[in-house]
């Protein structure tokens, strides 16, 4: 799967813990829809998921790092973002949201760029998120 099928994936597995209110499990899949993001250069949306983690999460490991690509810099945070993945791997992100029953009307479609449709699976404006970590 590519980085960008899988970022769209776990922004939508993201929202949808969000609804049931699992919270840790939002975190999970934020942490891995970020280091997607930052793979593909994609600054804004993987250092909003940071902010999002750390909102809920003060004492967060991501608290080391400016930004999500300083943190796949440091090797500890690749065995953690390893770990991470261990436990919700795309195939699981995916059985997640069928098992949640989440509907995301966002369609690629209707955005001219891939930040656009990302910010919207999330919820947000693109400009917005632009502005606020662009």
Not at 24 to 50: E, T
Request: charge should be negative; charged fraction near 25%.
């Amino acid at each position: 799967m590519d980085p960008y099928t899988e970022l769209i994936l776990y922004l939508r597995v993201a929202q949808a813990f969000k609804n049931r209110l699992q919270m840790s499990d939002r975190d999970r899949a934020l942490i891995m829809a970020g280091a997607c993001a930052s793979v593909l250069q994609m600054n804004p949306i993987a250092d909003f998921c940071r902010q999002l983690v750390l909102q809920h999460n003060q004492g967060h490991m991501l608290r080391k790092y400016p930004s999500f690509q300083e943190a796949l810099k440091d090797p500890d945070f690749g065995v953690f973002l390893k770990q991470v993945r261990r436990k919700l791997m795309p195939e699981q992100a995916e059985a997640q949201i069928i098992a949640l029953e989440y509907h995301c009307d966002v369609l690629p479609s209707d955005y001219e760029t891939k930040t656009q449709y990302a910010a919207a699976v999330m919820g947000v404006d693109a400009e917005w998120v632009i502005d606020h970590f662009g």
